[in-house]
């Protein structure tokens, strides 16, 4: 039985190109959203790109936390089960979590594996993660990781693992400042194949720079621009106050990913 689906497959899901258990469906889609600094709202982005490929009438969509600081679980309104950490090491001792225990789902459909919160993570069990992606991959349309600042190996293996990349900057002048160091660092550790998309999003309080400004960040790791609105904390007002907000993002998002 796969990590990432409650139905028995004939073979194991391998990555290896040419391997003869590979799955021969497509795999669904992988992507990696990274904070370049603190507050960005990597988190929020993570949920809400779930959220609106759902309403699109994409199935299953898996929204994964790599962070172990629960973030999705709050947003998603779920009692998280299994995180990612601990799942890759039950599937690297040789058991496979059941579904129930692993996942948790939101009342609007999103398929969520996160945790509650916790101050530590364990050693990374790099095998045992490296199946759980390549599971969710063969087992979902869309999956959708929260890979945080990118400051664990959890994180950092979820990146690795992407087909696309999302980078979210503040678009403002400290914000910029905090970001913009991380963000060759973030592009060099990206799969040499993945597309890479920086996400602009506006602070509160602070004056906004023009996206002129953001133009050379972009240029420098060869990704493609996307403004993204203000959003909040999601647990302050209805979820489809903030999608509605979001939805130009969220929409040329999914376009994105879809290419």
């Known amino acids: 039985m796969s990590a990432a689906t409650d139905r028995h497959e004939a073979a194991r899901h391998d990555r290896r190109a040419g391997d003869p258990g590979r799955s021969a469906q497509k795999p669904g889609r992988l992507v990696a959203v990274v904070a370049l600094c603190g507050?960005?709202?990597?988190?929020?982005?993570?949920?809400?790109?779930?959220?609106?490929a759902i309403a699109k009438g994409e199935r299953p969509v898996l929204c994964v936390d790599a962070t172990g600081r629960a973030g999705i679980a709050a947003h998603a309104g779920v009692r998280g089960?299994?995180?990612?950490?601990?799942?890759?090491?039950?599937?690297?001792?040789?058991?496979?979590?059941?579904?129930?225990?692993?996942?948790?789902?939101?009342?609007?459909?999103?398929?969520?594996?996160?945790?509650?919160?916790?101050?530590?993570?364990?050693?990374?069990?790099?095998?045992?993660?490296?199946?759980?992606?390549?599971?969710?991959?063969a087992a979902h349309a869309l999956t959708v990781?929260?890979?945080?600042?990118?400051?664990?190996?959890?994180?950092?293996?979820?990146?690795?693992?992407?087909?696309?990349?999302?980078?979210?900057?503040?678009?403002?002048?400290?914000?910029?400042?905090?970001?913009?160091?991380?963000?060759?660092?973030?592009?060099?550790l990206c799969p040499a194949g993945a597309s890479v998309t920086l996400i602009a999003r506006p602070e509160q309080t602070d004056r906004?720079?023009?996206?002129?400004?953001l133009a050379p960040i972009a240029g420098a790791i060869g990704a493609t621009i996307v403004l993204c609105p203000h959003l909040g904390d999601l647990r302050e007002r209805p979820l489809e106050h903030a999608l509605k907000r979001a939805q130009v993002t969220t929409q040329a998002l999914l376009a994105v990913l879809a290419r």
């Open 208 to 213: 906004q720079v023009p996206v002129s400004e």
């Open 145 to 188: 990781i929260d890979c945080g600042t990118l400051n664990s190996e959890h994180e950092r293996l979820a990146l690795a693992s992407a087909d696309h990349v999302l980078l979210v900057i503040p678009a403002s002048r400290p914000g910029i400042e905090r970001a913009v160091p991380l963000a060759a660092q973030a592009r060099e």
């Open 39 to 52: 507050g960005a709202g990597a988190s929020t982005l993570t949920y809400l790109l779930c959220c609106a």
């Open 81 to 137: 089960g299994l995180s990612f950490a601990h799942a890759g090491i039950e599937l690297q001792a040789g058991r496979t979590p059941e579904p129930a225990r692993l996942f948790a789902t939101a009342n609007n459909g999103v398929r969520v594996l996160c945790q509650t919160p916790s101050l530590t993570q364990p050693l990374l069990a790099v095998d045992g993660a490296d199946r759980l992606l390549a599971d969710a991959r």
